[in-house]
């Protein structure tokens, strides 16, 4: 998605804001460069004006009315925390996830556990088997376990991590290889972006959190940013109860 008028874009407008024969000029270089401004192009827009205009008028009117939307659309963009990476053109988010600063690998415990209450408190916990996904890379397919790991990762991630190639069946009966798995997968992730936030992003939608959140990363039920919400609520709520603190 870009928001930028490429040069012939911007010298058209130019031209016909000039009118005359700058205006022709323009529009027959246009022509020939973009196939912009041609007899068929000036009927379309034309039929989206209500008043009679020029050809040059009628054009000039539409790519006002597109400027109009592309602006609206930034704005938007830009209340949800969303910008466009000028060099790349890929959309991430401005607003930063404050890192757990206190965060180191003796944690993982209170991190898992904090996973494992967005993930399935409530729904069976390490026997919980999610619904059959309906769309994406993972459409046809469930996740199962204490921390909802998609069928398609249990035999690989088992096999590397606990030694063991394991099923789904077979996956959803053993606690341990369930947080074997977990562990090593957060942690893994960890080392490579730098913060907790960005593993249990990766987690959820395979992304970091500002490609995650850019991308507008979702399941059926919740977003990215809301889900590091609710995480980080339940860490930050377990860390204070392994302090003594049950506040």
Avoid at 113 to 123: N, P, R, T
Avoid at 207 to 216: C, D, E, S, W
Wanted: proline residues 5%; glycine residues 10%; without cysteine.
């Amino acid at each position: 998605m870009s928001f930028n008028y490429g040069p012939n874009y911007r010298a058209l407008i130019d031209a016909l804001q000039q009118g005359g024969a700058s205006a022709a000029e323009a529009m027959s270089d246009s022509r020939r460069s973009r196939g912009l401004a041609t007899s068929s192009l000036v009927n379309r827009l034309g039929d989206k004006i209500d008043t009679p205009q020029s050809p040059q008028q009628a054009i000039l009117t539409r790519f006002e009315k597109v400027k109009k939307d592309n602006d609206s659309l930034k704005e938007r963009m830009k209340e949800l925390g969303i910008e466009q990476d000028p060099v790349t053109e890929e959309l991430e988010a401005t607003e930063e996830v404050a890192p757990t600063s206190d965060f180191d690998p003796s944690m993982i415990d209170i991190a898992l556990g904090a996973l494992s209450d967005v993930e399935s408190k409530g729904s069976g916990g390490y026997e919980a088997i999610g619904p059959v996904v309906k769309k994406g890379m993972y459409k046809g397919q469930r996740a199962y376990g204490n921390y909802q790991v998609m069928e398609g990762n249990i035999g690989p991630w088992t096999e590397k991590y606990y030694g063991e190639r394991l099923t789904p069946e077979e996956f959803l009966k053993n606690p341990e290889a369930q947080d074997t798995v977990a562990e090593n997968v957060i942690l893994a992730n960890w080392e490579k972006y730098g913060s907790i936030e960005d593993a249990v992003s990766v987690w959820f939608t395979g992304r970091p959190y500002k490609k995650a959140a850019g991308l507008g990363a979702a399941d059926d039920n919740i977003g990215v940013p809301e889900y590091l919400n609710r995480w980080r609520t339940n860490y930050n709520k377990r860390y204070n109860e392994s302090l003594g603190d049950d506040s």
